[in-house]
């Protein structure tokens, strides 16, 4: 077999290794180095990784086991350091040697860092990978103000990552407007005021001269000789090829290692894809053309004859929440163009295509995008425009008459060059029905995403009668699994299963013990279902609830006893104190939901201090009811109409430990003052004369969300009949840790008071609600009077070392 | 050179439970020893290589894997590799198993 090396295991490289698998398998012996320590991920999701929308984990395109399954050998964080050209050889910062007959260069690029006095100090960085990410995370987690250096797509996608992180942040740009590059004047004002409405400062027409501070950066000068404080500056105003160890080893270089219409170097059986190559003077930095060179290479490789590659237009879009935006081709109006605009201030919708003898070369288009794949067709097809409307007139057509009017050739998704036709054929041949399968097999929505609405749109077109929506969104449950939500519960129902252990048997988990993804999850539904009948397995539990306490960051825990409604009484103060001083509690604190919490405390005292303190668990750190809170109401308050007290505690008596899809939490006020912020609670009670308001899907935490009224009723046993029915159709229906917030909005509240007005399901959800209830047991009494309990949990063994030698 | 191995006994095999973590306090080190579910016995540092640390002794175990209870990074329990996205590792310690006895080997 020939030996294929790469040198880097990024987007476009390994990209480029997946059609040759595909054109020409079990043709190459593969061996890929890559610098950065992890399998190849998707680069582009590094900014919604900023701006929290994803992890890291979900962002890997190729796991390990692809590169095992297609017997590729790949050395992670190991970099080539050299390539001998004569002996056909690379070799590595760790002086592997590894022989090729064919190489191809896949370095990507690297931030540009201004060459200016302090630009190495600490807290400056780049934006380019998982460590600058990384970094910007932990410093938002220390510090306050963050600089943005560039006005373009990165360094806009790095300024709203860095305010959803809570800093402050100023983005400094060389010129008059923002994304200079791919916007007109106009639309790049709209864009302004759009992010500024957002919080985001621009210091505008500001070149930066240094970098102020010790050893970690403090602020920046401008060449006016004003200043700014940071104390974290991001660069964001450019990119450079990673073309050093091409260049070394006698490879022709110009701004990147150039290439020629089938990516060969200037030497024999070395190529060059991605960001690294230079092609007929043009150096890419997005995916799409990128994925088009690899195609080429592939196919070159392979001994394929396949068409050269000739050059990309491209399209920009902004991967920011609550702006849309698209650009592509010329900006500006010459002598010979002529503009064609809509602009609707009033609407923020902002659109111009500049045309040029009939033929569109230039589009803009802000507020609204929706025609952008059309008119970005019409663009690089060079289709006449005479007597066509560019832009659609007001009344709507229907989506899915879009997709049908939409013609074949249409591309799709952008990223990957994927057209209508190309998608639909793969429906129809190899039978799909889910978004998943047909990114999988198309690559459409594979890089940035953004197609993926349209991509739905034509498969349900696609399926006509067939289409079933609740299959195609399909999401799985985790990795070990293709299950999702709705099959899990269903299979353990239709099949009677009972355990965590059986439901991954049975239903064929490709990972034995499962993750901890679905372990809590399936540990959720088993016990939702079989009500009192199911066993827990505290081992599916994550630590928190294993252990009956919330674990701390130095791996302590933390304590905190139910006080139903908030409401305590000088003894039980008492007590507190007592066991406090005598465990030497090193926090004692007031928390955010009428209690007291004892944090710092370690493992092997908990059931000590459980037991002394005899009182239940608050369930600080549970999928569960959290606190109700109260405020003091009818009983002494002089505007109170209800007793606010009473209906709190009545509550909490009642739905304490119950398991639910995520935490809940409950506030009662007596009177619409709601003292006890009851319009930003999972349920909230609000008194009126004569009766309560029922308000639902409030959230306090990171999205925040005011409630919804779900009814009005009048008295305190219809409140509690109304909230067990609530609680357990959300327990029925969400997914493990969705919140109610966003299950109500999943749902629509209209469906949710639909199903509640009605008597007789009501009656039912509450026979099983009553039903589970019944199961549960006090955890921290039942740690006490466990023996087991507490020696598998709680006891930390202390050996005195040295007691044998051999 | 010679080596002094010192072989420590830290507990009885019979009453270890699998897929459970136990720690264990040994002079200044704290060792997270494991039972998983085919029977073998692994013992580790008890503490993430994460920057922010965390016990590993609390996480959840999944073959031969345990989670970090702390920031959910994923480590083998046979060499201590965290895998992928993450990176890091953690120090192992070799285990020996005679008549019930479970020795930790230094
Ligand atoms: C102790 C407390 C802070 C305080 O000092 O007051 C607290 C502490 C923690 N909160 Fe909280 N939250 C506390 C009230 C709140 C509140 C206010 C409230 O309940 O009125 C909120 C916003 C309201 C809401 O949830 O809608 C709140 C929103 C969160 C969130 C975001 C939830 C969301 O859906 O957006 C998290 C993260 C999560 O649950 O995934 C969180 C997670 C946490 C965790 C459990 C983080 C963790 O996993 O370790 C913290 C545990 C600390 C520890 O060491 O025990 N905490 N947390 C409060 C405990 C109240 C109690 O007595 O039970
Ligand atoms: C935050 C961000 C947002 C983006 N958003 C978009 C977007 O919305 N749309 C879009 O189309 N594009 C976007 N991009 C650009 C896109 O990610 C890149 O164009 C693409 O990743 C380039 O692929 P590549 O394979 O050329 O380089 P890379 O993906 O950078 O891969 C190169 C790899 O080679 C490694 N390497 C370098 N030198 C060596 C060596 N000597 N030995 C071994 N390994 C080496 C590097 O460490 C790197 O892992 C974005 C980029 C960033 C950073
Ligand atoms: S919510 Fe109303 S009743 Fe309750 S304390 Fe405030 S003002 Fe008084
Ligand atoms: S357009 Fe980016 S993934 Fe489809």
């Not at chain 2, 002079?27 to 494991?34: G, N, Q, S, W």
Request: hydrophobic fraction near 35%; proline fraction near 3%.
């Amino acid at each position: 077999m020939k030996k294929l090396v790469m040198i880097g295991n990024g987007m476009a490289g390994v990209r480029t290794i997946e059609e040759i698998l595909k054109t020409a398998p079990e043709q190459f012996d593969i061996t890929i180095f890559g610098q950065e320590p992890y399998p190849n991920y998707n680069r582009i999701k590094l900014s919604n990784i900023l701006q929290g929308d994803t992890n890291f984990e979900e962002i890997i395109i190729n796991p390990l086991e692809w590169y095992k399954e297609n017997q590729i050998q790949l050395f992670t964080g190991e970099a080539v350091v050299k390539i001998d050209v004569e002996a056909k050889r690379v070799i590595s910062d760790q002086g592997r040697e590894v022989d090729y007959d064919e190489l191809i260069i896949a370095t990507g690029s690297n931030s540009f860092i201004l060459p200016i006095p302090g630009a190495d100090k600490i807290g400056v960085t780049g934006f380019r990978d998982i460590k600058d990410c990384e970094m910007m995370i932990k410093s938002a987690a220390q510090y306050k103000k963050a600089v943005v250096i560039g006005g373009g797509l990165l360094g806009l996608e790095a300024a709203r990552g860095l305010l959803n992180l809570g800093m402050k942040v100023d983005v400094v740009h060389l010129m008059p407007n923002l994304m200079e590059r791919q916007l007109d004047p106009i639309a790049s004002h709209m864009l302004k005021n759009e992010l500024e409405a957002q919080g985001m400062n621009f210091l505008m027409e500001k070149e930066t001269v240094e970098i102020l501070g010790d050893e970690r950066v403090t602020g920046l000068r401008f060449k006016d000789g004003s200043e700014v404080d940071a104390d974290l500056v991001v660069m964001a105003i450019g990119i450079k090829s990673n073309k050093e160890v091409a260049k070394n080893c006698g490879i022709y270089v110009n701004r990147g290692i150039v290439v020629n219409d089938f990516m060969e170097t200037s030497v024999p059986h070395v190529y060059a894809v991605g960001e690294c190559a230079e092609h007929r003077e043009m150096v890419y930095g997005l995916v799409a053309p990128l994925y088009e060179q690899g195609k080429v290479l592939a196919n070159r490789i392979s001994g394929l004859v396949g068409e050269p590659y000739q050059g990309s237009i491209t399209g920009t879009q902004l991967k920011v929440a609550g702006i849309d935006l698209f650009s592509a081709g010329e900006i500006f109006e010459d002598g010979s163009t002529k503009s064609i605009m809509v602009y609707n201030e009033y609407d923020g919708i902002y659109k111009r295509v500049l045309t040029r003898n009939n033929l569109i070369v230039g589009i803009v288009q802000y507020g609204d995008t929706k025609e952008s794949t059309k008119l970005f067709r019409m663009l690089t097809k060079k289709e006449d425009i005479s007597g066509t409307a560019i832009f659609q007139t007001e009344c709507g057509t229907g989506d899915s008459n879009d997709v049908a009017a939409m013609p074949n050739d249409e591309l799709v998704c952008g990223c990957n060059g994927i057209t209508k036709g190309a998608i639909v054929e793969a429906i129809q041949t190899q039978g799909l029905t889910t978004l998943d399968q047909v990114s999988h097999c198309t690559n459409a929505g594979r890089s940035c995403g953004r197609c993926k609405p349209m991509v739905s749109q034509i498969l349900k077109y696609t399926l006509g009668d067939q289409f079933d929506a609740a299959t195609a969104q399909k999401t799985s449950i985790c990795g070990c699994t293709t299950v999702s939500r709705e099959e899990l519960v269903e299979e353990i129902k239709a099949k009677g299963l009972t355990s965590v252990k059986e439901v991954m048997n049975v239903l064929e988990w490709n990972n034995e013990e499962g993750c901890t993804k679905c372990r809590p999850a399936i540990n959720y539904y088993l016990g939702m279902i079989h009500m009192d009948e199911y066993k827990d397995d505290r081992d599916s539990r994550l630590v928190n609830e294993k252990m009956h306490a919330n674990i701390q960051k130095d791996g302590t825990y933390s304590v905190v006893p139910r006080m139903y409604g908030g409401i305590t009484t000088a003894a039980d103060l008492k007590k507190i104190a007592e066991v406090a001083e005598k465990f030497n509690v090193p926090l004692v604190k007031l928390t955010g939901g009428q209690r007291i919490g004892l944090f710092g405390v370690k493992k092997e005292d908990l059931p000590g201090m459980w037991e002394e303190l005899d009182m239940p668990s608050g369930y600080a750190y549970g999928k569960t009811l959290r606190t109700v809170k109260t405020c003091v109401g009818a009983q002494f308050c002089r505007y109170g109409t209800q007793d606010s007290m009473a209906l709190g505690i009545e509550l909490e008596k009642k739905f304490e430990r119950l398991d639910t899809p995520h935490k809940v939490k409950m506030g009662v006020s007596a009177c619409p003052r709601n003292c006890s912020e009851a319009g930003i609670k999972d349920i909230g009670f609000v008194g009126i004369d004569g009766g309560w308001e029922i308000y639902v899907a409030g959230n306090g935490g990171v999205d925040l969300r005011p409630a919804d009224l779900l009814c009005t009723v009048k008295t305190q046993s219809e409140v509690m009949e109304m909230t067990g029915a609530y609680m357990q159709y959300y327990r029925e229906t969400a997914n493990y840790l969705e919140r109610t917030s966003k299950w109500v909005e999943r749902l629509g509240l209209k469906h949710v008071q639909e199903v509640l007005a009605d008597h007789e399901t009501r009656k039912a959800l509450n026979e099983r609600m009553d039903k589970t209830l019944k199961k549960y047991i006090e955890p921290w009494n039942e740690a006490i009077q466990s023996e087991e309990i507490q020696d598998k949990y709680y006891v930390k063994h202390t050996i005195m070392a040295g007691s044998e030698t051999k | 050179m010679i080596k002094t191995l010192t072989r420590i006994p830290v507990a009885n095999y019979s009453n270890l439970k699998a897929r459970a973590g136990y720690s264990i306090k040994m002079d200044d080190k704290e060792i997270a020893l494991f039972k998983i579910s085919n029977g073998n016995v692994y013992a580790l540092e008890n503490r993430s290589p994460h920057p922010k640390g965390g016990v590993l002794s609390e996480g959840l175990v999944s073959g031969e894997f345990v989670y970090c209870p702390v920031f959910d990074w994923k480590i083998s329990l046979i060499d201590g590799k965290v895998q992928a996205p993450d990176d890091g590792q953690v120090t192992t310690f070799q285990v020996e198993i005679h008549e019930d006895i479970v020795f930790i080997v230094l």
